[in-house]
T-cell receptor, first 112, second 117 residues
Framework: DTEVTQTPKHLVMGMTNKKSLKCEQH?????MYWYKQKAKKPPELMFV???????INESVPSRFSPECPNSSLLNLHLHALQPEDSALYLC???????????FGPGTRLTVL | AQKITQTQPGMFVQEKEAVTLDCTYD???????LFWYKQPSSGEMIFLIY??????QNATEGRYSLNFQKARKSANLVISASQLGDSAMYFC??????????????FGKGTKLSVKP
């Protein structure tokens, strides 16, 4: 199984809502990543987990809260988002830090 | 300063022809890796090919090959026999072993490739 899955595919939420994005991989990878991508721009790294511990937080606002419940799962909890947070959110995993990353299909988030 | 430069915002190629997408990089690390990803309009980033800085030969994967010129710090992607399904955004990325990216990917701005029938 060489797949990274993400749910939901699309999400529309209001600024007062709380929602979560989910990511799962069964490749035995020990590093997992969250990226944010705006239209026609490259992905921007948000968070990195290595061996289930938060390794990197790229100065992301606290309204985004990552969680790694186990080695296969990665969540991104969303609360009180702003319209400018509307973007494609990509999850990726790699065998270890620095190895090629495999991406999921992404969640298209719209904040109203 | 930009670490990864892709100078072609958009490219057109005729179906069945070959196309080269340019990528130059800037690093002082002796150990680094270069990656190419394809992103169709659906959004998923698809890993295409990898070149390590110590690799003696250019990487190849099916119709994809990487023209690695270390002295020039370039890592151009060559797609042979273009197909309509190759129409997508293509990102070049670099991983430094010791640099500020802490082993994570630094992406270029991308090149949008359109294959004409």
């Amino acid at each position: 199984d060489t797949e990274v899955t993400q749910t939901p595919k699309h999400l529309v939420m209001g600024m007062t809502n709380k929602k979560s994005l989910k990511c799962e991989q069964h490749m035995g990878h020990r590093a997992m990543y969250w990226y944010k991508q705006k239209a026609k721009k490259p992905p921007e790294l948000m968070f990195v987990y290595s061996y289930e511990k938060l390794s990197i937080n790229e100065s992301v606002p606290s309204r985004f809260s990552p969680e790694c419940p186990n080695s296969s799962l990665l969540n991104l909890h969303l609360h009180a988002l702003q319209p400018e947070d509307s973007a494609l959110y990509l999850c990726a995993s790699s065998q270890d830090l620095g190895w090629e990353q495999f991406f999921g299909p992404g969640t298209r988030l719209t904040v109203l | 300063a930009q670490k990864i430069t892709q100078t072609q915002p958009g490219m057109f190629v005729q179906e069945k022809e070959a196309v080269t997408l340019d990528c130059t990089y800037d690093t002082s690390d002796p150990s680094y890796g270069l990656f190419w990803y394809k992103q169709p309009s659906s959004g998923e980033m698809i890993f295409l090919i990898y070149q390590g800085s110590y690799d003696q030969q250019n990487a190849t994967e099916g119709r994809y090959s990487l023209n690695f010129q270390k002295a020039r710090k370039s890592a151009n992607l060559v797609i042979s026999a273009s197909q309509l399904g190759d129409s997508a955004m293509y990102f070049c990325a670099m991983r430094e072993a010791y640099g500020g990216s802490q082993g994570n990917l630094i992406f270029g701005k991308g090149t949008k490739l359109s294959v004409k029938p």
